[in-house]
């Protein structure tokens, strides 16, 4: 969605994505694909960059619908994505300027690794337990 908006004016974007968003609220995958043709038909003759860079990401676009419908809410977001970067940002920030490569890489693997240790044993859960045992 963010590669489409960026490729368009600030007064197309939101028309833009209302129908991009069409595509993700249809309820499985064989009624989004032909939805996705419908939207690039619909735009093929005004944006035709867009159109090329939509029909190159649909296998892409469409694994949205391989995940279970309880998982698709989580996988549809970057937010757990975003707050992850957000906080090697902060915990960078503290160390102003870096001596080196390894010293940086150091800080975000251990810090990646605490991320992974905070998964791990429970403190954080994306899916519940029904869900995966249903997947």
Known sequence: MRNVL???SKSAQT??????RTIFEQPDRA???PQLR????VLATRLPALVQLVEEAESEILTFYDFPVEH????YSTNTLERLNKELKRRSAVVG???N?????RLFCTLLAEQNDKWLVGQHHYFSEASMAKS
């Open 38 to 41: 419908h939207v690039c038909d």
């Open 97 to 99: 300027i870096f001596p």
């Open 31 to 33: 009624s989004a694909a």
């Open 101 to 105: 490569r390894q010293a940086v890489l």
């Open 72 to 75: 698709r809410r989580q996988v």
């Open 6 to 8: 960026a490729r368009v």
């Open 15 to 20: 028309m833009m994505a209302a129908t991009l």
